[in-house]
């Protein structure tokens, strides 16, 4: 599966030489434009399909915006529901942090790239908060930069479809 995914987002121009600034701060001399190749509804759909295989979970969530998209593939993949984390409370309407139904459920958490994990971690957090056990991260890329610790030292497990390194390699 790893080398599937990676050729597919190779083949979807997702990787792309330069400089870079990463969410993380971090200085990069290529960056991962997950985002923009799923936008393809074949490539999405294979995603999502992957991201069903080896967790068993009743809800799938995603941190907005990025995120959401893979959210919403998993949850027609499997079957089963899906959960919006926002990244801030709005001060108007429904305030809350997760949309959709997560207290006492397995979630999944999936994340586009992962670097040093900060977005995802917020997301494990949130739905912590909000009675959702966090069964694993999911990520579509791990950069290998950091994220598989942070995710360790909250005692979830980070899995990723594909790692930068097997994409820099095709």
């Given at each position: 599966?790893?080398?599937?995914?990676?050729?597919?987002?190779?083949?979807?121009?997702?990787?792309?030489?330069?400089?870079?600034?990463?969410?993380?701060?971090?200085?990069?001399?290529?960056?991962?434009?997950?985002?923009?190749?799923?936008?393809?509804?074949?490539?999405?759909?294979?995603?999502?399909?992957?991201?069903?295989?080896?967790?068993?979970?009743?809800?799938?969530?995603?941190?907005?915006?990025?995120?959401?998209?893979?959210?919403?593939?998993?949850?027609?993949?499997?079957?089963?529901?899906?959960?919006?984390?926002?990244?801030?409370?709005?001060?108007?309407?429904?305030?809350?942090?997760?949309?959709?139904?997560?207290?006492?459920?397995?979630?999944?958490?999936?994340?586009?790239?992962t670097?040093?994990?900060?977005?995802?971690?917020?997301?494990?957090?949130?739905?912590?908060?909000?009675?959702?056990?966090?069964?694993?991260?999911?990520?579509?890329v791990?950069?290998?930069?950091?994220?598989?610790?942070?995710?360790?030292?909250?005692?979830?497990?980070?899995?990723?479809l594909?790692t930068?390194?097997?994409?820099?390699?095709?």
């Amino acid at each position: 599966m790893v080398k599937e995914i990676a050729e597919l987002l190779k083949d979807h121009g997702a990787i792309e030489i330069g400089d870079f600034v990463l969410a993380s701060g971090a200085r990069s001399s290529y960056y991962l434009d997950i985002k923009t190749a799923i936008t393809d509804p074949a490539l999405l759909r294979r995603i999502g399909e992957a991201f069903t295989e080896g967790f068993v979970f009743d809800v799938v969530a995603g941190v907005a915006v990025g995120a959401v998209p893979l959210a919403v593939a998993t949850s027609l993949a499997s079957g089963k529901p899906y959960a919006i984390i926002r990244k801030e409370q709005k001060d108007h309407g429904k305030s809350d942090l997760v949309i959709g139904d997560v207290k006492g459920k397995a979630v999944l958490l999936v994340e586009d790239v992962t670097t040093s994990g900060g977005s995802a971690l917020f997301g494990v957090r949130v739905l912590r908060d909000a009675g959702a056990r966090v069964v694993a991260v999911a990520s579509v890329v791990d950069r290998e930069s950091g994220a598989s610790d942070a995710f360790a030292h909250e005692g979830v497990p980070l899995v990723p479809l594909t790692t930068a390194s097997e994409m820099m390699n095709l």
